[in-house]
C-alpha cells in the first residue's frame, strides 16, 4: 500500500472545495462531518476514515478512489479494476476495519490463486499471461 500523506490530501481537498465554490462549513453539512474535523482535514491534522473519505467525495462530486489515492490508503498504480473494487469495500460503512481488511486480504488471494499479480499494474493480466478457466479452479 501506498505511504500516507496527510497533507496532500487535505491541500487537495481544499483545492477541490474551492474549485466548487464550497465553504468549509457547507461542504462539512454536505458531507455530514463536523466543521472542525473537516478543517483538521483539510490542515492535514487528521486521518481519515475510507467512510468519510467517500462522503465527502459525494459531496464535492469527485472520485472517491481518487481520494483514497491521495491518502494513501490505495495504491495508485493498480490495476483499476482492482482499485473500484478495494475502494468499495473500504467504502462500505455497514463493515467493520476488521471485517474490511479480512475481505481484502481474501481477495487479494483469490486474485493470486486465480494467476492474477496483485498490484502490479497491469490491468487484469494473468501472471504467465494465460487466462485462467475458471472451471479449473472451482472445487
Not at 474551492?18 to 466543521?35: E, P
Not at 483539510?42 to 481520494?67: F, H, M, N, Y
Request: no cysteine; proline share 4%.
Amino acid at each position: 500500500m501506498a505511504s500516507l500523506n496527510v497533507g496532500n490530501l487535505g491541500e487537495y481537498l481544499r483545492e477541490q472545495r474551492r474549485n466548487a465554490q464550497l465553504s468549509l462549513r457547507q461542504l462539512a453539512d454536505a458531507a455530514g462531518v463536523s466543521n472542525p474535523y473537516l478543517s483538521q482535514i483539510e490542515r492535514g491534522l487528521r486521518k481519515p476514515s475510507a467512510e468519510v473519505l467517500q462522503q465527502v467525495a459525494k459531496a464535492l462530486r469527485i472520485s472517491a478512489e481518487t481520494l483514497y489515492v491521495r491518502a494513501g490508503i490505495l495504491d495508485a498504480d493498480r490495476d483499476p479494476d482492482e482499485v473500484e473494487t478495494r475502494a468499495v469495500i473500504l467504502a462500505d460503512p455497514t463493515l467493520t476495519e476488521q471485517q474490511k481488511q479480512a475481505l481484502l486480504q481474501i481477495y487479494e488471494s483469490f486474485r493470486k490463486e486465480n494467476g492474477f499479480a496483485v498490484g502490479d499494474g497491469a490491468a487484469d493480466t494473468p501472471v504467465g499471461g494465460t487466462d485462467v478457466d475458471p472451471q479449473q479452479t472451482a472445487g
